[in-house]
């Protein structure tokens, strides 16, 4: 029903910036009209985690403790587009991070991987040591 296309990420130094997108789209109609969108990492040898997540109605958020104050997520509801925006970097954060869709509004919008439906195609993050 959804297809995800996510660009951006890259390699960055520690205490960089970078910025992830991530553009929705709906292939069939569906009957829900909220949605939680999130974003996920994953590092080699370690079970994807949820960073953060925003629901379409844009006032509400989520953070993993690991990136609040350096992570902002947001939404542009008119161009159907989510973003991550990734300041004071470090090299723990470092993974394949991934935007998701969650069908259903909720407040807070969760950050378990399990409560999400669709998913994009991963986009890495370096930040080397």
């Known amino acids: 029903q959804l297809r995800l296309v996510q660009s951006g990420g890259g390699s960055a130094q520690a205490g960089g910036s970078l910025r992830l997108s991530c553009t929705i789209s709906?292939?069939?109609?569906?009957?829900?009209?909220?949605?939680?969108m999130g974003w996920f990492r994953q590092a080699p040898g370690k079970e994807r985690e949820g960073v953060a997540a925003i629901n379409s109605d844009a006032d509400s958020t989520s953070y993993a403790a690991s990136v609040k104050g350096r992570f902002t997520v947001s939404l542009d509801n008119a161009k159907n587009t989510l973003y991550l925006e990734m300041n004071s970097l470090q090299p723990e954060d470092s993974a394949m991070y991934y935007c998701?869709?969650?069908?259903?509004?909720?407040?807070?919008?969760?950050?378990?991987?399990?409560?999400?439906?669709?998913w994009g195609q991963g986009t890495p993050v370096t930040v080397p040591v």
């Open positions: 709906i292939i069939s109609t569906t009957r829900y009209t909220r949605f939680c």
């Open positions: 998701a869709v969650r069908l259903g509004g909720w407040r807070p919008p969760p950050l378990e991987v399990d409560e999400y439906t669709y």
